[in-house]
Nanobody, 129 residues
Framework: QVQLVESGGGSVQSGDSLTLSCSTS????????MGWFRQAPEKEREGVAI???????NYTDSVKGRFTISHDNAKSILWLRMNNLQPEDTATYYC???????????????????????WGQGTQVTVSS
């Protein structure tokens, strides 16, 4: 059974950093793509960063150069390191996974984020100015 549990959210000031963690179970990171998504109040959920089973990463433009997605297959953990946080980063952050990269890799998977079907419960990040 695939399970994803996020942690590490909190309330910070503009310019601060946070690292989100997602403990995973029920699957191997070598066979799944994983990602971080976020949803702000009254906004649609958006993809933040993804990493496919071969380690290729993609980011939404607004976080490039500030956020880093990584994982440790042996420890079954997915991370999102967030630097220079801004108020517009305020959202509930979710980790997600899709088996077999959804049939895509790299940038092609980024165009098919709707394939991510396994979700965690979310962790809140609030950034104040």
């Amino acid at each position: 059974q695939v399970q994803l549990v996020e942690s590490g959210g909190g309330s910070v000031q503009s310019g601060d950093s946070l690292t989100l963690s997602c403990s995973t179970s029920g699957f191997s990171h070598r066979r799944y793509a994983m990602g971080w998504f976020r949803q702000a109040p009254e906004k649609e959920r958006e993809g933040v960063a993804i990493i496919d089973s071969e380690g290729a990463t993609n980011y939404t433009d607004s976080v490039k150069g500030r956020f880093t997605i990584s994982h440790d297959n042996a420890k079954s953990i997915l991370w999102l390191r967030m630097n220079n946080l801004q108020p517009e980063d305020t959202a509930t952050y979710y980790c997600a996974a899709v088996p077999g990269n959804g049939g895509y890799t790299g940038e092609l998977l980024w165009k098919h984020l709707e394939l991510f079907g396994f979700w965690g419960q979310g962790t809140q990040v609030t950034v104040s100015s």
